[in-house]
């Protein structure tokens, strides 16, 4: 039994519906007790949850039995997580015209990409590295957008020849298309100027941004899509990560909407992504089921007035796979200065480095011993650089040897990790139908030197 706020549920009538609902009341009281419970309830699926004193994974797993058999640091995924994220998103908009592409920087392991094929998803990429990686998985050159920044004109000539849907930000790949590929249909890269997003690291849609063919240059698109005679079938925004206002997604909607009825071809408009998901206990999420309706309404409104119902597409990545994600990494020294209690952890921002890259916040709990009395530190890794993962972090006393637990790791951890200071990369765990399986192996110190070639010196 799950008791919170004075009630008991049994976990059994759960329904996903009904604990998203608890969630998102108690989301708006900011409860932070019961939203803590909610979130290690999840929507009747359970991820990192304490029962009877001891941590488990979906499926009863022990995450310290995971950590004995594969070492750590140790990136563990929860497959319903996911699956539950995708319906959640793919069931919140009743326009029937909609596609999912899983944004794969996120996590682009094979197998989480084929689970996401299986599911129903299309993909989306921005390197050709990642489209070869999707062909692999299974994707339909259909199903992938191809989505780079500054690429080469080689990795667009690549893709042509892969089949894949193409996505141009940049007036002058533009004009290029016309002379190489004028047959080949395109989407483009809106920038809308919306300053949206949790960090100014992750905010891409606003007027000093890299990213997108500003809003205001579409007269001269206009002018080279009619010059070359260039076919455009989709127009695309991305403006950030971490949007928690719907309005935003709204009023960037509204933006293409204006544009697209300067292209009478288009077959698809693709809204990009950037859904908040909950990182603290009081953290609101963007509400995707209000975006769902609101914007369901009035794209069959465009398209009503467009003529034609168009494909309504989303790509996010972190709202599909930042919650299913868990890092757990082994105490190397509990250290005590005159102001400050550090806890030290066999990884670093090597590993994850969301934390010291933009400021992102990951719960910290203390797998091998909840039950202790809690005590405050500071989080930090191995690496020779400022290194902090959270500070001042109340969490059950921590002893050497014990597995801490970050939680929201799903999304742009193990992706965004390297070999700085020479460690391997962490393996990879998914939990799948109530079995963990390893899909991909530790790194070792061979995969370290294998491209390394050594001259006679
Ligand atoms: C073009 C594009 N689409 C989708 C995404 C996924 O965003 P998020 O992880 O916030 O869902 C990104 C991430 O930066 C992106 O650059």
């Not at 640091?73 to 069931?91: K, N, S, T």
């Not at 998901?277 to 975006?291: A, G, Q, R, W």
């Not at 400022?386 to 637990?405: H, P």
Request: proline letters at 4%.
């Amino acid at each position: 039994m799950q008791r919170f706020a004075g009630l008991a549920f049994g976990a059994e009538n759960f329904s996903p519906a009904k604990a998203l609902f608890l969630r998102r009341w108690c989301c708006r009281l900011r409860n932070p007790i019961v939203h803590f419970q909610l979130l290690s309830v999840g929507d009747g699926l359970f991820s990192v949850e304490l029962i009877n004193g001891k941590y488990q994974l979906s499926g009863g797993i022990d995450p310290l039995a995971l950590c004995k058999e594969h070492g750590t640091p140790l990136y563990v995924y929860d497959a319903a997580v996911m699956e539950r994220q995708f319906r959640r998103i793919a069931g919140a908009f009743s326009y029937p015209k909609l596609r999912i592409h899983y944004a794969c920087k996120a996590l682009t392991n094979l197998t989480v990409m084929r689970l996401f094929r299986q599911w129903g998803a299309a993909l989306d990429c921005v390197s050709i590295q990642e489209v070869q990686l999707g062909l692999m998985a299974g994707f339909v050159p259909d199903n992938i957008l191809y989505t780079p920044n500054f690429a080469g004109l080689d990795e667009y000539e690549q893709a042509v020849q892969l089949g894949v849907k193409i996505n141009i930000d940049a007036i002058p790949m533009l004009e290029n298309w016309g002379l190489h590929h004028k047959d080949v249909p395109v989407c483009i890269r809106i920038n809308p100027h919306l300053m949206a997003g949790g960090h100014e690291n992750i905010s891409v849609g606003h007027i000093d941004s890299k990213f997108g063919i500003s809003i205001h240059q579409l007269p001269h698109v206009l002018r080279v899509v009619e010059s070359q005679g260039l076919r455009i079938a989709g127009l695309h925004m991305h403006t950030g990560s971490d949007i928690l206002d719907v309005d935003v997604f709204l009023r960037g909607a509204d933006i293409l909407f204006e544009a697209a009825r300067k292209f009478p071809d288009l077959e698809y408009i693709d809204l990009g992504s950037g859904f908040k998901v909950p990182y603290k206990p009081e953290d609101i999420e963007t509400d995707v089921e209000e975006l769902g309706e609101k914007l369901s309404q009035r794209f069959a409104e465009f398209c009503r007035e467009y003529g034609r119902e168009l494909t309504l597409m989303f790509e996010p990545g972190k709202f599909l796979v930042s919650e299913s994600g868990f890092l757990l990494a082994r105490c190397t020294l509990v250290k005590q200065t005159t102001s400050t209690v550090f806890v030290g952890l066999d990884t670093g921002l090597n590993h994850l480095i969301r934390p010291m890259f933009y400021g992102s916040y990951h719960k910290i709990v203390n797998v091998t011993e909840p039950q202790f009395k809690p005590r405050i530190y500071t989080v930090v890794g191995n690496i020779c650089e400022t290194d902090t993962f959270g500070s001042d972090r109340r969490i059950a006393e921590v002893v050497e040897g014990d597995i801490l637990c970050f939680y929201n790791a799903g999304a742009y951890g193990w992706m965004m990790a390297s070999n700085y200071n020479s460690r391997p990369r962490p393996a990879e765990v998914l939990i799948y139908q109530g079995k963990a399986h390893l899909i991909r192996r530790r790194e070792t110190l061979e995969d370290l030197t294998c491209n390394q070639v050594q001259i006679d010196i």
